[in-house]
């Protein structure tokens, strides 16, 4: 009993203290200064002294009264605005003498009544809306010595900036970050918002950024990125600024990392380099290969290209990503450097980026495959080492001719050199119905050293006539890819028989494969816009492209001394002749509050394949047909709705087509098809916006269907020793569809100043495939809601929380039994505490849990933690030393479970564990003539 009345009474005194603490309040009535009338609706704002921070907002009810309750204690700016009437400002103090502040009746002033002699001088206000733009004043946000862009922009309402860094506005995810306009170093986010110093800038714009099309010709494609642009002082365009990092940690780990800036009014230089094995792998290496990745690519116009790929030749290749998987080691760096000149009607933007990567690791893959009358588990083990070597350089050259025509050159050239090696080892058994019998044991060794050659350029003219909204303008884009490639495979593959155990056959491979690709791709596109009025337009759009290729890939048999020996089964020699040829139009409507696109592309594309073996040549004629429309509906500056329809057809890829045999995986062989048709996917969506600045107030929601007809599938014939050979055919009497949803909410807990959020996410899909001539229907679908709290004190602290469950669904007609239905909960947190004599200490966790299934009957449960402690020196802090603990309790293991059509996988691998490190950062900066360093 003593201890409940202990705890009642501290209750009780913290919830006095509680009151008291937030018991100040203002009230007053806002009045026009000539008439007395009671100003319905006027906009009231505490915003703190200390660091222009918004408290509270209020409206003026009916009679011109306002009052705002539940307030600290400080000092602090009211702020109270009209339309058409001069802002009103006062300084105000609440403190335990003056807990109510009354202003009376505040006369507003009309402001054609102000006289000339009268100043009005204003303060920093932390918020504008400006269209479509939000604009964040950098001047009303408190920043100390040495801080980022990103420590700005996490006091902004509405913004959210990860451990990451990845930066969430208004419940979307920005994906572009801008200087001054620019793009610097490309456009990966990061590398501004952690690099560039919050010192320099003034002015911070939040809008979602057009295509360039769209931008020109006013007519809005759907085409949109959420974007940051960071303006610049005047003052902070001259100088140099950077810093230096270098850390050594257990178990070998290290990572270190220098980058140098030097700006002046009209140019920008920048260079940096990076040396980690901590999975920190590159500032903004985000380029990838615009041709020669994959075999189908559909152009910006509709149309439709057609590429060799070395991808197809069976033999592993290496991207040069990092996804967590294995080990890596990282050096990259590179150099920036952009400037105008001649009154800004000439500007030049240039990049070189080298770097390599070898990431090496092993995985082991748990398969069940869905059979008619049974299932075959697969359990594969991996070891692999990856390494590639690549360096790019791009220059993006822009002249004004005139007032009206301006010509945009691109061009950029990448070599790359990727080595793989790879290790695997199988075994296959019948399913539970089997009683777990053994069909096969494999074992394959494959290694590839690939070298890829590819160059773009491309041309761009536009024009705007006399006539307002008439338009012209040409894109001339060529490109070229040339890739070779060397491997060898080596495989044995047993065969068992299922009744007795012993062994049926035994399948050896011994083979050189060579592969080389070439691609040349020209395209081009004219564009013309005409106004049928002050709100409906025409566009018409023609191009016309060309892309001619050649795959010679070849495997040779070991004869004991030498390869020497072509396996004509396995080996080919195609070459590729395509011609296409583009219309579209278009209509557009654009009113002050909606706007609508309606519009068809048709692309009539031929090509033709010779077998340069055989003499053998297959000819392809088809239509492709793009319908699309949209509508928006801007409610207000902060409140829009959109929804689009897109309608596209799908060729049948030249792997899918052509009759090419790949053996490096035995029990796996892959068929063309030439009778392949093509299918037409259809997709339907809407969304919803809604964003109040003041509360900090955002709901977000879209929603979208599809469905293909005709569609391309896989349809596999599996015998009794687990060997399936596969082919792809039409689906002409079922429609695979699916669906997705996406919806968020988040506001300011005022009470607490929390910003809260909720997310809810749902995908669901149908698809099908044949297996041993029975159809089978996959059902899949993921669910899951996560809610989100997030603080941010400046010099205090700040934490961020998210959690919440999962449900997944996977279904197959042909073993219901096999279904591998799962729940799941995450719950990811971190929080940093400043410290005084200038230590922080930081930490965040990730907690995963993923329940059994009926195909995997083992949970997993995964706590990763990571901490720091830094102590900053010197007036501008900048000297940091830090301690840091990566996965304090060793359990990051690397788990991915995913199902699909009659298949269902969890794949497990090497990753990243624990290690401490200790890393020391030195800041420097002279821009604007300020200079901070170590003194």
Do not use: C
């Amino acid at each position: 009993m003593k201890p409940t009345i202990i705890t009642l009474a501290l209750l009780m005194l913290f919830a006095v203290n509680g009151y008291a603490q937030d018991s100040y309040s203002i009230k007053g009535l806002a009045v026009d200064t000539a008439e007395k009338k009671s100003l319905f609706n006027t906009s009231i704002m505490v915003i703190s002294a200390k660091d222009s921070v918004l408290q509270k907002f209020t409206r003026a009810g009916a009679d011109g009264s306002f009052a705002i309750k539940n307030l600290s204690h400080g000092k602090f700016i009211a702020v109270m605005s009209y339309p058409g009437y001069a802002d009103y400002s006062e300084d105000i103090t609440l403190d335990d003498k003056s807990p109510v502040h009354d202003f009376g009746k505040v006369g507003m002033t009309l402001k054609a009544r102000l006289l000339q002699d009268v100043i009005v001088k204003a303060r920093a206000i932390p918020i504008k809306i400006k269209g479509d733009t939000t604009e964040f004043n950098a001047k009303a946000y408190v920043i100390q010595p040495n801080d980022r862009v990103e420590d700005l922009i996490k006091q902004f309402p509405g913004i959210e900036v990860d451990k990451d860094g990845k930066i969430t506005a208004q419940g979307k995810t920005i994906e572009k970050v801008l200087v001054d306009g620019e793009e610097f170093f490309g456009d990966d986010p990061t590398l501004v918002t952690k690099n560039l110093r919050a010192d320099m800038v003034d002015k911070v714009q939040l809008y979602d950024k057009k295509s360039d099309q769209a931008t020109f010709t006013g007519i809005d494609d759907g085409q949109k990125t959420k974007t940051l642009n960071i303006k610049l002082k005047e003052d902070k365009k001259t100088g140099y600024f950077g810093k230096v990092e270098a850390g050594t940690g257990t178990r070998d780990f290290y990572q270190g990392q220098g980058m140098f800036n030097s700006f002046t009014a009209k140019q920008k230089f920048s260079a940096y380099g990076i040396a980690s094995n901590t999975g920190k792998i590159g500032l903004g290496w985000q380029d990838r290969q615009k041709y020669g990745e994959s075999n189908v690519q559909v152009d910006d116009n509709g149309g439709i290209n057609m590429f060799f790929s070395g991808d197809n030749s069976g033999l592993d290749s290496f991207n040069g990503s990092y996804d967590g998987r294995g080990i890596p080691k990282a050096y990259n760096g590179g150099l920036h450097y952009d400037t105008k000149w001649n009154g800004d009607k000439q500007s030049l933007n240039t990049n070189y980026k080298i770097g390599r990567l070898d990431v090496n690791g092993t995985s082991n893959n748990l398969t069940q495959n869905n059979l008619p009358g049974g299932q075959i588990n697969t359990n594969e083990n991996q070891s692999f080492k990856n390494s590639i070597f690549r360096h790019k350089l791009d220059l993006n050259y822009t002249i004004k001719l005139d007032t009206a025509s301006t010509l945009k050159i691109f061009a950029d050239g990448t070599f790359k050199n990727a080595k793989t090696s790879t290790d695997f080892s199988r075994i296959g058994r019948r399913g539970p119905a089997g009683n777990d019998t053994l069909l096969n044991a494999s074992t394959r060794t494959i290694n590839n050293d690939e070298q890829s050659r590819l160059f773009n350029a491309s041309l761009a003219y536009t024009h705007k006539f006399q006539k307002k909204g008439r338009t012209i303008s040409a894109t001339f884009n060529t490109s070229i890819n040339d890739e070779k490639s060397e491997g060898f495979l080596k495989s044995a593959a047993t065969y068992y028989n299922t009744k007795t155990g012993a062994i049926d056959s035994l399948v050896r491979i011994d083979q050189l494969k060579s592969d080389a690709i070439k691609n040349n791709v020209f395209s081009s596109n004219i564009a013309y816009t005409e106004p049928l009025s002050k709100k409906l337009s025409l566009m018409l759009n023609y191009s016309i492209n060309t892309n001619n290729g050649s795959a010679d890939k070849r495997s040779f048999n070991n004869t004991g001394a030498s390869y020497t020996v072509l396996d004509t089964a396995f080996s080919n020699f195609f070459t590729l002749n395509q011609l296409s040829n583009l219309v579209g139009l278009s209509l557009n409507f654009k009113g002050i509050k909606q706007s609508f696109n309606i519009g068809n592309r048709v692309s009539d594309v031929s090509f033709k394949q010779i077998n340069e073996f055989t003499g053998n040549t297959f000819k392809r004629h088809f239509l492709n047909w793009n319908p699309n429309a949209n509508y928006s509906y801007n409610f207000s500056q902060q409140r829009s709705l959109y929804a689009s329809y897109w309608g596209n057809t799908q060729q049948p890829s030249i792997d899918q087509i052509q009759p090419v045999r790949v053996n490096t995986d035995p029990l796996n062989i892959f068929l063309g098809n030439q009778s392949l048709t093509p299918s037409f996917s259809n997709r339907f969506s809407i969304s919803f916006y809604d964003y109040k600045v003041l509360s900090d107030q955002y709901i977000n929601f879209s929603v979208s269907y599809n469905f293909t007809s005709n569609q391309i599938i896989n349809s596999s014939e599996t015998d009794a020793a687990g060997k399936s050979i596969t082919r792809y055919v039409n689906l002409s009497d079922k429609t695979p569809n699916g669906y997705n949803f996406w919806g968020s909410y988040g506001r300011k807990i005022g009470f607490w100043d929390l910003s809260a959020g909720l997310n809810v996410n749902g995908n669901a899909s149908n698809s099908y495939s044949y297996n041993n001539n029975v159809l089978n229907k996959g059902s899949n679908a993921n669910y899951s809601v996560q809610l989100s709290l997030n603080k941010y004190v400046k010099d205090k602290f700040d934490f961020w929380v998210n959690a919440g469950p999962s449900y997944s669904i996977s279904k197959s007609t042909l073993q219901m039994f096999g279904n591998s239905n799962g729940r799941g909960f995450s719950t990811s947190g971190g929080a940093s505490v400043y410290l005084p004599f200038k230590f922080k200490l930081s930490g965040d966790v990730d907690y995963t849990y993923t329940a059994p299934t009926a195909t995997f009957g083992s949970d997993l449960r995964r706590t990763i933690v990571n901490a720091n402690i830094s102590k900053s020196f010197f007036k501008a802090n900048a000297l940091k030393l830090m301690v840091s603990g990566n996965d304090l309790l060793n359990q990051n293991v690397g788990f991915n479970r995913n199902a699909y059509g009659n298949m269902i996988t969890q794949n497990t691998y090497t990753t990243i564990q624990r290690y401490f490190m200790f890393t020391v950062t030195w800041d420097f900066n002279h821009m604007g003539g300020a200079t901070a360093a170590a003194k």
